[in-house]
């Protein structure tokens, strides 16, 4: 998702419809992996979800900040301690990328959740998501379209 000036959604787009089977993944990588390791959307001020694990294998010199955003304090790495689904805690408008990864699934309500985290991208800001399960069509033909 891609955040426009007025603070609402102007795109949502698949990095590859076809996730495992696009000749340009490895067949034995997961998806998460294969498309941030091929995009330039992993920059500036970054939060991940747990730990920093995206961010540093795929962001390099285009991170300026890595913030790490876990629920319970105690983890070394977290910067931000928060419930995503209620959002206090995390500034407005901060974030050049969100990378949440098979994350969004374990949460009782989703709406909130995604509220919170338009709320927290910056205009022009992507969030990275994956959830599991198969989410887009393989099928290329009428079925597929």
């Not at 998806?31 to 920059?43: F, G, K, Q, T």
């Not at 795929?58 to 105690?74: A, E, K, Y």
Request: proline share 6%.
């Amino acid at each position: 998702m891609t955040d426009g000036s007025d603070g609402g959604a102007t795109r949502a787009t698949a990095l590859s419809r076809t996730a495992r089977c696009d000749q340009r993944y490895a067949p034995d990588a997961k998806p998460a992996e294969s498309a941030a390791a091929s995009s330039p959307l992993i920059r500036g001020r970054v939060l991940e979800i747990g730990d920093r694990d995206y961010t540093e294998r795929f962001g390099g010199s285009r991170v300026s900040q890595s913030d790490v955003l876990n629920i319970n304090p105690g983890k070394a790495v977290t910067t931000l301690v928060a419930d995503l689904a209620v959002g206090d805690g995390i500034p407005s408008d901060a974030f050049d990328c969100v990378i949440l990864t098979q994350t969004l699934h374990l949460l009782y309500d989703v709406r909130p959740a995604i509220a919170t985290l338009r709320r927290i991208l910056k205009p022009g800001g992507t969030l990275l998501l994956t959830v599991p399960g198969t989410i887009s069509q393989v099928a290329t033909d009428e079925w597929g379209a």
